[in-house]
């Protein structure tokens, strides 16, 4: 996808808070 990422700073967070979060807790439990 190629869009002006800076033109959806609002957005952008939004979609790396709901990865990132997921991604963490799946990387957490495997570590464990």
């Not at 700073?9 to 799946?26: C, E, F, G, V, Y």
């Amino acid at each position: 996808m190629e869009y002006d990422i800076l033109a959806f700073p609002k957005l952008n967070t939004w979609l790396q808070a709901s990865i990132d979060r997921p991604a963490a807790r799946k990387a957490r439990l495997l570590r464990e």
